[in-house]
């Protein structure tokens, strides 16, 4: 399974590589989030967390469906700016319409629910089901959509205002140590597209990138099927230090594609007991249970959840789960009425950094 990206146009205008502070900020704050993607940056995490204002530590929680399980569009940049300010002025010229609908796609916990049609803000059938898909999430993301829903501004100034206060708190002192690493990684890959070409290029961003014969088309290999175009405008390439071990690619529907990639060099997996490893890869080699799995390690979803955003049945996702379950390899919580299943990134991180890559992709 690919995502494809139509690249067809002028030679010099198809890639670009630029570093943005709030891509690289928003990464940040996903390792926050779930640290347990990121073991390597676990001390960074518990560091921060330690020194952080409550104030700031509660308004991360609040908002933190922007870049808990995937990012929201906006917070990755197809044209980076020099500061995280100027960024951020170009996502207040985004309309409420455009911002909602993709703030509401990661609240509501799938980056395969979408919001095309009727705007929510102005559609009622819309806009109540974002509202039942985020109280399926739970209360916190139920009560973020319903202010999002109800005063798109006063919620954008309040995240503005937040990523500010994180610049002051952690990102200022992150980004100093990390800026000239991405510099000096974007600098390599414009000489190599320079001298050597897309596919030269491509190829040291990720093994998971490649170039179509055709030469028309960026292939990412990842656990989807979906494509999309650069419709002329190119696609960018945004380095990342906090990113790793994802491949983060911006590609819906009117929004210009983007991929944000690790330059940190990969963590070695420790060995585990052939038994075990057996025994999870065998629940592992049904494609079904691969793709709930990809979801899974995004954050905790419900059977319910999973049927929809891949069109199965209840029953046969609850099969799927339950040999999951059945290997170690998934926890369950129950949040009210809702059974949230979430994937052990312990148990999958000690089957390989390829895997636990692949499913983050």
Known sequence: ?????????????????????????????????????HPRLAGWAGNV??????ELAERL?????????????????????????????????????????????????????HFAGPSPLADTTARDRALDLAQARGPVQEAFAERLLADPAAVRARVRRTLEQCADAFFDAAWTSVAVRLATDRRL??????????????????????LAPDGDRIIVDQLQDNATAAHGTGVTFIPSVFGSP???????????PVVQYPVAEPTPAEPVSLETVTLRL?????????????????????TGELARAWELSAPEVSRHLAVLRNAGLLTAQRRGRY???????????????????ALLR
């Open 339 to 357: 059974v949230h299943h979430s994937l052990d990134l312990s148990a999958t991180t000690a089957l390989g950094t390829d895997l636990l890559s």
């Open 282 to 302: 065998e629940a592992l080699a049904h494609p079904v249970r691969l793709r709930l799995v990809r979801t899974l390690v995004r954050g905790p979803h419900t």
């Open 1 to 37: 399974m690919t995502l494809r990206i139509d690249i067809s146009g002028p030679p010099s205008e198809r890639l670009r590589f630029a570093a943005s502070p709030l891509a690289e900020l928003t990464a940040m704050l996903h390792v926050l989030a779930e640290p347990g993607h």
């Open 49 to 54: 967390w330690a020194g952080m204002r409550p």
């Open 61 to 113: 929680r609040e908002a933190e469906f922007l870049w808990r399980s995937s990012r929201a569009d906006f917070l990755v940049p197809s044209r980076p700016r020099p500061t995280l300010a100027e960024e951020l002025d170009d996502v207040d010229r985004i309309d409420d319409e455009t911002y909602v609908s993709s703030a509401l796609v990661t609240t509501c916990g799938s980056n395969r629910v």
């Open 246 to 256: 994802h491949l983060l690619v911006v590609h819906a529907r009117g929004w210009q």
């Open 189 to 210: 890959k414009d000489d190599l597209l320079k001298r050597q070409g897309i596919e030269a290029a491509l190829a040291s961003v990720s093994d998971a990138v490649t």
